[in-house]
C-alpha cells in the first residue's frame, strides 16, 4: 500500500465514509451531552432556577466606596462628600420610560432638555441596576416622596456626593468629579464602578482616581414582585448557595503640596486678570500655589448642570475651563536671561565684568533690521550685572549671537524648557525651545527649515519661536534656586489609609540634577536677580520695596503684537486682548530659597508693571504665614 | 436514511442535458433552513422586547442569505474549487488590513468598514479555510502523508493565528475546528489523531499565555462563575437562570422574565439560545436541536453521495462546523463551555455570519445539485 502512487476512488469512498459515520455517531453523542445538560437545568434543577427567576425575584445591590478626602499640605479639607438626595431608576422595573421620564419633568425634578440622554443612561446599564439620574433639593426630594407609589422603578436616596468647600479656588489643580461618560465607561472596570455615578475628570481628581475611588461592594437584596425591598441585608450563602454580600474599601485620602492661604492669596493677587501664578518649594518640588484665572466653580460639575451651563462656561471667550499653568504657552519674555546669562558664563562667551554700549537698538553685522530695546531705552554703558539687573535687551543680543543656538537652547532645555515638568497631573504642554534641528522637524518646506542668524537674536531676549508655561518657569525658578537640583514639581504629598488610618509619605521626584556651572557663575546670576529687586535701575525695585529679605527675580515682558521698525508701543492705541502680556520669574530668600514663583499675567502690560505686584502679594501671603524673620548674613 | 428518499433536488430539465442544469435548488436544506430561521425570529421578537426594527433586519440579512445561497448552489464544484486559493488568499489578505486598518468596534480590530456595511474578514476564513485543505488534497492521494498533513495545518493556522490577535479566540478556534474536521475526513490515522490531539493539550498552556486577560477572565468565570456575580460572571449565571426556569414546557412566547426585564445579557445575539429555553422549555430547544441535526444529516448525506475529493470533504467539513457552531453556542449559554461569543447560527441577530452560513450550504446545494447521473 505504502508503494501506491496513484489514486483509489474506492477506496477513498470508503474510508471517507467511515469518517463521515464516525463523525455522525459523534454528532448524536454530544448532542446528547447537550441535552443532558438542558434536562438537568430545566427539569432537574427547574424548581430552583424558577425560584431564583420568579417567586422571590433578588437583586444585586452594588454598595458604592466613599471616595477619598483631599486635604492640602495643612490638614485643610479641599475636597470632600456631603449627603444630599439623588433620584434613581431601576430600568426592569420601568414600565415605560418615556413616560415615566416626562412625568418626572412635568413635576421639574429632571430637565427635559436632557430627555434622550437620560434615556441612553439607563439603557445602558444592566437592568438591575440602579443608575442616578440627577441630583435633589430638599424641596423637591419632599415633592417626589409624596408622590413616590406613582413611580414604578424610580425612587430617592441618601447619597454622598462631592463637596469643594473652597469653591473656585484651586478648582484647575484639583479638578472635579462628573457623571460617568460613556467614554469613561472605556477606560474603567464596569463592574467596580457599577454603584458610582461620578468619576474624576481633570486634575488630581483624575490623575489619583484609581486612589481616591476604592473597591465597590455588593449585597443581594430580596425584593417582592414589583421590585420593592421586602428583607434588606444579605440572604445567608446558605440559602441560594449563590451569592455573598460584601462591604465596599473606601478610597484613599490624599494629602497635596497645595497650601489653601498661599493659594487664596495668589488667586486675589491676580484680581480680574487673565493669568497664573506657580509657587514651588525649590528643595523638593512640591506645588504650593497652581492658580490659573479666571477659574470656575467644580461643585456645579459635582452637582451635575444643564448643558446650557456647560456651553456657555465653555465658550466664555476668557476660557475659564483652560488650566493657563499647565497648558498656556507665552514668550517668556527677558524671564529667560539668568538662564542664558549662566549659559553664556558656562561657555564663556562673555566675561562678567565685559561692558558693551547699549544706544537703545542693534544690528548684527552687514543687515540693516535694528533689533530695538523692548521700550526704547538707552542704557548706556553696561556689564552682565547691569544687563539682567535693568534688562538690557542690546546686551543679551549680542550675548546670543556670541554663544551660538545650539548654546542658548541646550542651557534651557537643561532647565526644563521645551518639555513637560513631570508634574503628577494631566495636561502640560512642552512649549518650545527653538534650534535650527528644531525648524528642521518641525516645518515641512524646506525653504522654512533655514535658521537665520536673526532667529537667534531674538531668542536671547525670549521672542521668537520660544514658548513656555507658568509651570515651567517656576519650574525652572526652582531649579535655579536650588543651584541646579532639579525636582519633578508634584501635587501629592502622601496618602492616607482610610481603614488603618496609618500615612505614607512620598519622596520628592527628584531628577538629574545640572552640574555645568560653578558656583562663582550661579552667585553672579543670583546676585544680578537680587539687583533686579534691589538696586537702583532693578525693573522691580519698586515693587520689592521694604521686603525683610531679598527676592531674586527677574521681569519679563511677551509682545502679543509686531510692532513696527519705527512705531512705538502705545498701550492706549492698543486693543486689551493685544496688549503685552507680563511674566515674572522670582525665588526667596535669595541666600536659601524656600519659594519659587513663575507669574503670567495675559496681557496685563508688561512684567514690572503686572507681574512683580501680583508676586509681591504672593511673597508676602507666604513669608506672613511663616512668620519669616531675616537672618542677619 | 430517511433525508435520502427526500430527494426533491429535480430541476425543470431534470440532468436531461449534459453540462447545462438549470437552477439547482436543494429543497430539504432549503425548507429546514426556512424552518430555523422563522423559528429563529420568533424568539429574536421576542428577544428584543417585540421592537420591529431589528427584526426587519433581521428579515434582510437572511434574504441577503438567502441570495448568497442560490448563487453558491448554481456554481458547479469545479469552479469552487477554482476560485477557492483567491478566495483563500483574499481572506488572508483582508485579515492583514484589519489589522493594520481595521475599524475597532468593541474595542477588537475585527470590522472592515466597506461605506455600506461593516464586514469581518474572519467569517470569510470560516468557509475559505475548509476550502483551501479540500483544494489541497484534492489531486492528492487520501489519505494524506505527514508532510501534507504540515502543510494544510500551515493553511488552518495562519488565518486563526491572525483572528486570535484580533484578538478573536472563539472564531478563531471556530475556524480551526473547520480547517481540522476536514484534515479528519481526509482520513488522517487514528494514531495520528491521538498524537496530535496529545500534542494540542499541551499547547494549551502555551495558548494560555497568548490569552488576553478578558479571555483568561471568561475561564476563570467558567470554573467558577459565583466568584464575580457583578462582572463577567453575571452573564452565565442569568443565563442559567433563564434556562432552568424554562422547565420542560417553557414559560410563554414574550413571557420571559429572565429575558423581557433584561436580566439577560447579549439576548439577542450570543445568549438567544437562553431565550428561546426560558420561553419554549425543552420541548422548543429539542424542537430546534431536532432541525439542526436534520440540516447536519442532510449535509453529511450530501458528503457521502459526492463524487469527487474536493466536494466530499468540503460538504463533510461545512456540515460538522456548523454543528460545532451549534455545540459551542449551546454549550457556553447553558454553562458546559466557557464564553466565547460564538453566536448561534442562522438564529443570532448578526450580518456576516448569516451570509457565510447560507453560502456554506448553497455549496452544499451546489455539490448536490450538479453531480453527475450517469453512474446512477
Known amino acids: 500500500m505504502a508503494g501506491l502512487q496513484f489514486k483509489d476512488p474506492w477506496q477513498e469512498q470508503r474510508l471517507f465514509l467511515s469518517r463521515v459515520i464516525a463523525a455522525a455517531i459523534l454528532v448524536l453523542l454530544l448532542s446528547g451531552v447537550l441535552v443532558t445538560r438542558l434536562v438537568q437545568l430545566q427539569i432537574l434543577d427547574h424548581e430552583r432556577f424558577t425560584e431564583l427567576s420568579q417567586g422571590n425575584r433578588f437583586r444585586i445591590d452594588p454598595l458604592p466606596p466613599t471616595r477619598g478626602i483631599i486635604y492640602d499640605r495643612n490638614g485643610i479639607v479641599i475636597a470632600e462628600n456631603r449627603p444630599n438626595w439623588e433620584l434613581v431608576a431601576t430600568a426592569e422595573q420601568i414600565d415605560n420610560l418615556d413616560r415615566t421620564l416626562r412625568s418626572l419633568e412635568a413635576l421639574g425634578l429632571v430637565d427635559p432638555a436632557e430627555h434622550d440622554e437620560l434615556r441612553k443612561l439607563i439603557r445602558s446599564h444592566r437592568g438591575f441596576e440602579r443608575v442616578k439620574l440627577t441630583n435633589l433639593t430638599e424641596e423637591q426630594a419632599a415633592t417626589f416622596a409624596v408622590r413616590?407609589?406613582?413611580?414604578?422603578?424610580?425612587?430617592?436616596?441618601?447619597?454622598?456626593?462631592?463637596?469643594?468647600?473652597?469653591?473656585?479656588?484651586?478648582?484647575?489643580?484639583?479638578?472635579?468629579?462628573?457623571?460617568?461618560?460613556?467614554?469613561?465607561?472605556?477606560?474603567?472596570?464596569?463592574?467596580?464602578?457599577?454603584?458610582?455615578?461620578?468619576?474624576?475628570?481633570?486634575?488630581?481628581?483624575?490623575?489619583?482616581?484609581?486612589?481616591?475611588?476604592?473597591?465597590v461592594g455588593y449585597r443581594q437584596i430580596e425584593v417582592n414582585a414589583q421590585g420593592r425591598v421586602v428583607a434588606g441585608g444579605a440572604r445567608g450563602a446558605g440559602d441560594t448557595g449563590e451569592f455573598e454580600s460584601k462591604s465596599p474599601s473606601p478610597g484613599e485620602n490624599l494629602v497635596l503640596s497645595l497650601d489653601?492661604?498661599?493659594?487664596?492669596?495668589?488667586?486675589?493677587?491676580?484680581?480680574?486678570?487673565?493669568?497664573?501664578?506657580?509657587?514651588?518649594?525649590?528643595?523638593?518640588?512640591?506645588?504650593?500655589?497652581?492658580?490659573?484665572?479666571?477659574s470656575f466653580d467644580p461643585n456645579r460639575f459635582a452637582a451635575g448642570m444643564t448643558r446650557r451651563d456647560y456651553v456657555s462656561l465653555n465658550?466664555?471667550?476668557?476660557?475659564?475651563?483652560?488650566?493657563?499653568?499647565?497648558?498656556?504657552?507665552?514668550p517668556p519674555g527677558s524671564t529667560v536671561k539668568p538662564f542664558i546669562a549662566l549659559t553664556a558664563l558656562q561657555h564663556e562667551a562673555v566675561a562678567p565684568e565685559h561692558e558693551i554700549y547699549c544706544p537703545g537698538e542693534w544690528r548684527l553685522p552687514g543687515q540693516t533690521h535694528r533689533y530695538r530695546e523692548g521700550r526704547g531705552g538707552v542704557h548706556g554703558n553696561v556689564g552682565l550685572h547691569e544687563a539682567i539687573v535693568r534688562s538690557c535687551d542690546v546686551y543679551f543680543y549680542q550675548l546670543a549671537v556670541a554663544m551660538g543656538i545650539d548654546n542658548l537652547s541646550s542651557g534651557l532645555?537643561?532647565?526644563?524648557?521645551?518639555?513637560?515638568?513631570?508634574?503628577?497631573?494631566?495636561?502640560?504642554?512642552?512649549?518650545?525651545?527653538?534650534?535650527?534641528?528644531?525648524?528642521?522637524?518641525?516645518?515641512?518646506?524646506?525653504?522654512?527649515?533655514?535658521?537665520?542668524?536673526?532667529?537667534?537674536v531674538i531668542t536671547g531676549i525670549g521672542q521668537g519661536?520660544?514658548?513656555?508655561?507658568?509651570?515651567?518657569?517656576?519650574?525652572?525658578?526652582?531649579?535655579?534656586?536650588?543651584?541646579?537640583?532639579?525636582?519633578?514639581?508634584?501635587?501629592?504629598?502622601?496618602?492616607?489609609?482610610?481603614?488603618?488610618?496609618?500615612?505614607?509619605?512620598?519622596?520628592?521626584?527628584?531628577?538629574?540634577?545640572?552640574?555645568?556651572?560653578?558656583?562663582?557663575?550661579?552667585?553672579?546670576?543670583?546676585?544680578?536677580?537680587?539687583?533686579?529687586?534691589?538696586?537702583?535701575?532693578?525693573?522691580?525695585?519698586?515693587?520689592?520695596?521694604?521686603?525683610?529679605?531679598?527676592?531674586?527675580?527677574?521681569?519679563?515682558?511677551?509682545?502679543?503684537?509686531?510692532?513696527?521698525?519705527?512705531?512705538?508701543?502705545?498701550?492706549?492705541?492698543?486693543?486689551?486682548?493685544?496688549?503685552?502680556?507680563?511674566?515674572?520669574?522670582?525665588?526667596?530668600?535669595?541666600?536659601?530659597?524656600?519659594?519659587?514663583?513663575?507669574?503670567?499675567?495675559?496681557?496685563?502690560?508688561?512684567?514690572?508693571?503686572?507681574?512683580?505686584p501680583v508676586a509681591r502679594k504672593v511673597l508676602d501671603a507666604f513669608f506672613a504665614a511663616e512668620n519669616y524673620v531675616a537672618s542677619e548674613p | 436514511m430517511s433525508l435520502a428518499s427526500l430527494e426533491w433536488s429535480r430541476s425543470a430539465t431534470g440532468g436531461r442535458k449534459r453540462g447545462f442544469r438549470g437552477f439547482v435548488v436543494d429543497m430539504p436544506l432549503l425548507l429546514i433552513l426556512f424552518a430555523i430561521v422563522g423559528l429563529g425570529m420568533v424568539v429574536l421578537y421576542s428577544a428584543v422586547s417585540a421592537e420591529s426594527g431589528l427584526l426587519v433586519r433581521q428579515a434582510m440579512r437572511f434574504?441577503?442569505?438567502?441570495?448568497?445561497?442560490?448563487?453558491?448552489?448554481?456554481?458547479?464544484?469545479?469552479?469552487?474549487?477554482?476560485?477557492?486559493?483567491?478566495?483563500?488568499?483574499?481572506?488572508?489578505?483582508?485579515?492583514?488590513?484589519?489589522?493594520?486598518?481595521?475599524?475597532?468596534?468593541?474595542?477588537?480590530?475585527?470590522?472592515?468598514?466597506?461605506?455600506?456595511?461593516?464586514?469581518?474578514?474572519?467569517?470569510?476564513?470560516?468557509?475559505?479555510?475548509?476550502?483551501?485543505?479540500a483544494w489541497f488534497m484534492h489531486e492528492r492521494r487520501l489519505p494524506p502523508t505527514f508532510p501534507q498533513l504540515m502543510v494544510m495545518a500551515l493553511i488552518v493556522l495562519t488565518p486563526a493565528l491572525l483572528i486570535v490577535e484580533q484578538p478573536d479566540l472563539g472564531t478563531a478556534l471556530l475556524v480551526i475546528a473547520g480547517g481540522g474536521i476536514t484534515i479528519l475526513l481526509a482520513g488522517i490515522s487514528v494514531r495520528l489523531m491521538v498524537v496530535l490531539g496529545g500534542l494540542g493539550l499541551a499547547a494549551l498552556p502555551v495558548l494560555w499565555t497568548f490569552m488576553h486577560d478578558y479571555q483568561k477572565a471568561r475561564v476563570f468565570t467558567f470554573l467558577n462563575p459565583e466568584s464575580d456575580p457583578l462582572g463577567t460572571g453575571y452573564n452565565i449565571i442569568q443565563s442559567k437562570i433563564a434556562i432552568g426556569s424554562g422547565g420542560l414546557f417553557g414559560v410563554g412566547w414574550l413571557n420571559?422574565?429572565?429575558?423581557?426585564?433584561?436580566?439577560?445579557?447579549?439576548?439577542?445575539?450570543?445568549?438567544?439560545?437562553?431565550?428561546?429555553?426560558?420561553?419554549?422549555?425543552?420541548?422548543?430547544?429539542?424542537?430546534?436541536?431536532?432541525?439542526?441535526?436534520?440540516?447536519?444529516?442532510?449535509g453529511l448525506y450530501i458528503a457521502s453521495q459526492a463524487q469527487d475529493t474536493f466536494s466530499r470533504l468540503l460538504a463533510g467539513a461545512l456540515s460538522l462546523t456548523f454543528f460545532v457552531y451549534v455545540f459551542v453556542n449551546a454549550g457556553m449559554v447553558s454553562g458546559l463551555l466557557p464564553i466565547v461569543g460564538v453566536p448561534l447560527p442562522l438564529v443570532s441577530a448578526g450580518g456576516t455570519s448569516m451570509v457565510t452560513i447560507m453560502a456554506g450550504f448553497g455549496m452544499l446545494a451546489s455539490i448536490h445539485g450538479h453531480r453527475k447521473l450517469l453512474a446512477a
Not at chain 1, 264 to 272: N, P, S, V
Not at chain 1, 316 to 325: E, G, I, M, V, Y
Request: aromatic share 10%.
Open chain 1, 148 to 215: 413616590r407609589h406613582l413611580f414604578s422603578g424610580v425612587d430617592i436616596q441618601e447619597a454622598l456626593s462631592r463637596y469643594y468647600p473652597f469653591g473656585d479656588t484651586a478648582a484647575h489643580a484639583i479638578g472635579y468629579v462628573s457623571s460617568i461618560s460613556e467614554t469613561d465607561l472605556e477606560r474603567i472596570d464596569r463592574s467596580n464602578y457599577a454603584g458610582t455615578s461620578h468619576i474624576g475628570k481633570t486634575g488630581i481628581e483624575r490623575a489619583y482616581e484609581d486612589r481616591l475611588h476604592g473597591q
Open chain 1, 260 to 294: 489653601m492661604k498661599l493659594q487664596i492669596a495668589a488667586q486675589e493677587a491676580l484680581g480680574d486678570f487673565r493669568g497664573a501664578v506657580v509657587a514651588i518649594d525649590p528643595r523638593n518640588g512640591d506645588v504650593l500655589a497652581l492658580v490659573s484665572t479666571p
Open chain 1, 315 to 330: 465658550t466664555d471667550p476668557d476660557k475659564p475651563l483652560f488650566n493657563r499653568a499647565l497648558a498656556g504657552t507665552y
Open chain 1, 413 to 456: 532645555t537643561a532647565f526644563g524648557f521645551g518639555a513637560p515638568t513631570g508634574l503628577d497631573i494631566s495636561g502640560e504642554q512642552s512649549g518650545i525651545v527653538p534650534s535650527p534641528e528644531w525648524k528642521k522637524r518641525n516645518f515641512s518646506r524646506r525653504e522654512d527649515q533655514v535658521w537665520f542668524p536673526g532667529e537667534t
Open chain 1, 465 to 612: 519661536y520660544v514658548l513656555v508655561t507658568p509651570i515651567q518657569l517656576a519650574s525652572a525658578g526652582a531649579t535655579f534656586a536650588a543651584r541646579g537640583a532639579r525636582f519633578a514639581p508634584r501635587l501629592l504629598l502622601g496618602t492616607e489609609n482610610t481603614v488603618t488610618g496609618e500615612m505614607t509619605l512620598l519622596e520628592p521626584h527628584a531628577l538629574p540634577s545640572i552640574e555645568d556651572h560653578t558656583a562663582e557663575h550661579w552667585q553672579f546670576v543670583s546676585d544680578a536677580m537680587v539687583g533686579v529687586t534691589s538696586e537702583t535701575g532693578g525693573t522691580a525695585l519698586a515693587q520689592m520695596k521694604g521686603l525683610e529679605f531679598h527676592v531674586a527675580g527677574k521681569t519679563g515682558t511677551a509682545q502679543v503684537i509686531t510692532i513696527g521698525q519705527d512705531e512705538k508701543y502705545r498701550e492706549e492705541d492698543i486693543e486689551e486682548t493685544q496688549r503685552d502680556h507680563g511674566l515674572f520669574l522670582a525665588f526667596a530668600p535669595a541666600e536659601a530659597p524656600r519659594i519659587a514663583l513663575g507669574i503670567v499675567v495675559e496681557n496685563g502690560g508688561g512684567g514690572a508693571r503686572a507681574a512683580a
Open chain 2, 63 to 133: 434574504a441577503v442569505g438567502l441570495g448568497a445561497f442560490f448563487v453558491m448552489a448554481q456554481i458547479p464544484p469545479h469552479y469552487l474549487r477554482l476560485f477557492t486559493p483567491w478566495m483563500y488568499f483574499l481572506g488572508i489578505g483582508l485579515l492583514l488590513f484589519v489589522a493594520v486598518e481595521g475599524q475597532i468596534g468593541k474595542g477588537a480590530q475585527r470590522w472592515l468598514d466597506l461605506g455600506v456595511v461593516t464586514f469581518q474578514p474572519s467569517e470569510l476564513l470560516k468557509l475559505a479555510v475548509p476550502m483551501m485543505c
Open chain 2, 256 to 298: 420571559g422574565s429572565q429575558s423581557d426585564l433584561g436580566f439577560l445579557p447579549e439576548r439577542s445575539t450570543d445568549f438567544i439560545f437562553a431565550v428561546m429555553a426560558e420561553e419554549f422549555g425543552l420541548l422548543g430547544v429539542c424542537l430546534l436541536l431536532v432541525l439542526y441535526l436534520a440540516l447536519v444529516g442532510r
